[in-house]
């Protein structure tokens, strides 16, 4: 069992090592490391919140104030949390030329926060406010200390500049990541139970272009037994560090 692990490890590496043209994409179990929980495979606020009832666009536009008392919550959360080993681990691919760019569903700014430059936010992220009448934007932690819900000027609810079920994906991330996933030569999916559309199809845009998948993620998702080449089964932190040290190896 031991050297099965070590020598999927190893594969990823040397794949990583001689492809040289990876992209990640990176789900909420990336930050689960980080306390704060994703919304399948884990505990926490979605079991009080269910986020198809609170985290949709019709729910939001209906009545923002009840999407505000989870959204407040979920802001507290993300303000404590820090990058965890797999955010800097990524960090440190890009850097060494092996990791071209993060695609993440994430809103939490961890990547960038963990020195990631190429980031592309699938869903925005949690930490601009915009108004959704006179499309005026914050940046959230000033205007959520004045109140919740935090308000425009104009009077209307601010809503954080993310993308709840049921809005469409900002045009100028999808198109980046669509062009980044059908360029690599190796796309390493994190975290990401793969349910969520249009974002669970990127990998077979990648497969389709002779990309090798490689993904790391605890369970199995749809993914593991249609597109992936390597299923490193285990928790993000434990395995971009296992992967980073044999390509400091290799290199
Ligand atoms: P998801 O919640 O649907 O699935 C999380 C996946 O991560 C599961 O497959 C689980 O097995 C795996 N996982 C759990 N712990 C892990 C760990 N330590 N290491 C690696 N994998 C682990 O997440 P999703 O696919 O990203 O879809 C959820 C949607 O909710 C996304 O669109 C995302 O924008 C949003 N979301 C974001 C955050 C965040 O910004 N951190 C948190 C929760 C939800
Ligand atoms: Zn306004």
Redesign the pocket.
């Known amino acids: 069992m031991a050297d099965r692990r070590e020598k999927i490890f190893r594969e990823a590496a040397d794949t990583l090592a001689s492809r040289r043209n990876a992209v990640a994409l990176?789900?909420?179990?990336?930050?689960?490391?980080?306390g704060?929980?994703?919304?399948?495979?884990?505990q926490g606020m979605?079991e009080k919140y269910d986020?198809m009832e609170y985290?949709t666009i019709g729910a939001f536009l209906s009545d923002p104030e009840k999407v505000w008392a989870m959204l407040s919550e979920m802001v507290d959360v993300?303000s404590r949390?820090v990058p965890n080993p797999?955010h800097s681990g990524l960090a440190e691919m890009e850097r060494m030329g092996v990791l071209r760019s993060v695609i993440?569903?994430?809103?939490?700014g961890?990547h960038q926060a963990a020195g990631s430059q190429r980031v592309i936010e699938?869903?925005g992220n949690?930490w601009e406010l915009i108004c959704l009448s006179c499309w005026n934007r914050y940046p959230s932690r000033e205007k959520i200390r004045e109140g919740i819900p935090p308000r425009c000027e104009c009077g209307t609810i601010l809503k954080p500049n993310?993308?709840l079920f049921g809005e469409p994906i900002p045009w100028s991330a999808q198109e980046e990541a669509e062009s980044e996933a059908q360029s690599c030569s190796v796309l390493l999916v994190?975290?990401?139970?793969?349910?969520?559309s249009p974002?669970?199809h990127i990998p077979r845009l990648s497969k389709g272009k002779g990309a090798v998948i490689v993904e790391?993620?605890?369970?199995e998702?749809p993914l593991t037994r249609s597109v992936t080449d390597l299923h490193l089964r285990?928790?993000?932190?434990d395995?971009v560090t296992l992967l980073l040290s044999s390509l400091r190896e290799i290199s």
């Open positions: 990176t789900g909420a179990g990336i930050s689960v490391e980080s704060i929980p994703a919304f399948r495979g884990t979605w986020p985290a993300l949390a797999a993440t569903q994430n809103v939490d961890l699938f869903h949690a993310l993308v994190i975290g990401t139970s793969a349910e969520v974002a669970c790391i993620n605890p369970e998702t285990e928790k993000a932190g395995a």
